[in-house]
């Protein structure tokens, strides 16, 4: 166990400290009971029974049995309250690691998403968070009760007879040296298997996600030849991790057996003068079973161990990754919005400067004022919405908004006065209100006014119950175009400065976009506009067009100036309607 490791342990058990040791202590009565139970029964038998005593003093058998019975209903009831207790805590931890996993992820920019599969962080947030989970439920708690009685078992045994015990511990070095090393290779095995089940869920993620895309291709089956490929890697990974899961007990169970032959076999030969009554041959053979009990479940807890440790640090590596957090809280608050937008000698890759995808960008948006970025695929348009949005940060230069560098305005403040519409818009799976609302303050009747700026209303009380009606997954019950309808009435429902829109009107027909367009023209008469279209009809009655090519402005200037100078832009136009037939 690395030292790592076991301080993320320590951490999250800190917030129940209390319930551990009180559990530990009441495992730790269980366990003086389970103790004092042999002792009892070779009283009875030696003293009592052997003897055809039932009575010395005021002690008889009937109250030893009593005490007996006494002892084990007091260990069940004892036993219940510490398993409640201590499940109860490992659902708490679960409870407090899948938020604070889940808030990171919401937390970090666009970066850590680019890098990180949506399949891991399932794996992290669910199946990771689980095994710590067992950890706490059957391990934290009794850890200490087990080693505590490894050692008072043993000091009773070597109390009542030092040589028999002796004996009896011949078996110990055995169970170090084959523990050491195979929860050693155990451990080896578990970061191997968990890397394979990772690459196997983001697989499954994937191809779930893409299923439409693998059955308009049909390769059906070569995805099924991967996923096979897939889960052979895990199976015969988690084969090798079974077999010394199972050779572990196993071998425990022989070195138990071996001990308690070694008692019978030296008291009935009399060896070393050893000579021993039946009760106390019988109990000395119980504490013998319950030294081993405790050794036993912590070696078989070895594999719960080795999963949770390899979980905590596959967490920890996400936790740990603090760089890709973006701020919240800092920053200044934009009070009133005017909507002046400047980029000065923006330089930006998105790999540290290898491949720049913006080579010394300037231009200015006036307030109110409508642009359009026109440029090939690739040419840096989508990067430099990106950009306003600070979804990812610049090598060099500046971005201002109303004179202001964005870096030093809060991000939520920036962000909620950004209306962002994308050619593919992500629909949840709730009503169509709570899509277009998304947790604003809004009543129904600006969620209506929005359906109806958006001329989405004709398509939305198509449903019988309207606004109320549910999605599918992803949205996957409307068409594109509707999904889009759903995403321009929820940028008006939220009313912001300025306007980003990125291949919009792609998946509407021509007759809704019209509407649309109208709806656009009224609603930011005032307020700055930004278009991103490879269909060029639709940006000629834009205030300025910013023509890019390979990370660079080529032209800049309307479309009546643009054409008549017959440079890239005039090209970009022709080569448009000629396509057009």
């Keep these: 166990m690395k030292s790592k490791s076991m301080a993320r342990v320590l951490e999250l058990a800190k917030p129940h400290k209390k319930t551990i040791i009180i559990t530990s202590i009441l495992s730790l009565l ?3 009971g389970e103790i004092v139970k042999p002792y009892i029964l070779e009283v009875a038998i030696d003293e009592y029974i052997s003897k055809g005593v039932f009575q010395k003093g005021a002690i008889t058998v009937s109250m030893l049995g009593a005490i007996y019975i006494g002892i084990v209903l007091l260990g069940n009831i004892i036993d219940f309250i510490t398993t409640t207790t201590v499940n109860l805590m490992g659902e708490e931890v679960i409870y407090s690691l899948r938020n604070k996993l889940f808030k990171f992820s919401q937390n970090t920019n666009v970066t850590f998403h680019d890098k990180t599969s949506a399949g ?16 706490f439920k059957d391990i ?32 110990v070095p055995f169970i170090v040296l084959f523990s050491w090393t195979l929860t050693g290779i155990l451990h080896k095995q578990y970061d191997v298997s968990k890397a394979i089940r990772t690459n196997l869920n983001t697989f499954l993620a994937e191809s779930i996600y893409g299923a439409k895309i693998i059955k308009v291709f049909n390769i059906q089956k070569e995805k099924q030849a991967e996923c096979e490929d897939y889960t052979e890697d895990y199976f015969k990974a988690r084969v090798k991790t079974g077999v010394i899961e199972g050779l572990l007990p196993a071998l425990m169970t022989v070195l138990e057996k071996i001990g308690i032959a070694i008692i019978v076999v030296v008291c009935t030969n009399h060896i070393f003068g050893i000579s021993l009554e039946v009760g106390f041959i019988y109990a000395f053979i119980t504490y013998m079973s319950q030294l081993f009990e405790p050794i036993t479940r912590i070696i078989e807890n070895i594999e719960t161990v080795q999963e949770a440790f390899v979980s905590i640090d596959k967490i920890y590596d996400i936790l740990d990754q603090k760089e890709f957090l973006e701020d919240f809280e800092t920053g200044i608050t934009l009070k009133e919005v005017k909507g002046k937008i400047e980029f000065k000698n923006v330089w930006f890759s998105y790999d540290n400067g290898e491949n720049w995808i913006l080579k010394d960008v300037s231009f200015t948006i006036n307030p109110g004022e409508s642009i359009a970025l026109v440029g090939k695929t690739g040419s840096g348009k989508t990067t430099i919405t990106n950009l306003i949005n600070r979804f990812y940060e610049i090598q060099k230069g500046e971005i201002l908004l109303d004179d202001i560098n964005i870096k030093d305005i809060n991000l939520r403040s920036l962000r909620s006065n950004i209306g962002i519409i994308l050619q593919d818009p992500f629909i949840f799976a709730k009503s169509i209100k709570d899509n277009i609302k998304l947790y604003k303050n809004l009543d129904d009747m600006d969620v209506e006014e929005a359906i109806e700026l958006a001329s989405a209303d004709e398509f939305v009380n198509s449903f019988p119950d309207g606004m109320e009606h549910i999605s599918n997954e992803r949205g996957n019950s409307y068409s594109e175009g509707q999904k889009q309808l759903i995403a321009f009435a929820r940028v008006f429902a939220n009313n912001p400065n300025i306007f980003v829109l990125d291949e919009a009107t792609a998946n509407i027909d021509t007759y809704t976009e019209s509407l649309i367009q109208k709806s656009i023209d009224r609603l930011s008469a005032n307020k700055t506009s930004i278009f991103i279209a490879h269909r060029l009809s639709t940006i000629v009655n834009v205030d300025k067009i910013i023509v890019l090519d390979n990370g660079s402005i080529v032209e800049e200037g309307n479309h009546e100036t643009l054409l008549q100078t017959d440079g890239y832009y005039s090209k970009l136009y022709n080569a448009y309607y000629e396509s057009l037939g």
């Design 120 to 135: 891991k962080l399932f794996v992290r947030i669910t199946n990771d968070v689980e095994d710590i989970s067992s950890l």
């Design 140 to 171: 934290v708690a009794t850890i200490i009760k087990d080693i505590i009685l490894i050692f008072a078992i043993a000091g009773i045994m070597l109390y009542f007879n030092w040589k028999l015990g002796l004996l009896a511990f011949v078996v």
């Design 30 to 32: 269980i366990g003086i």
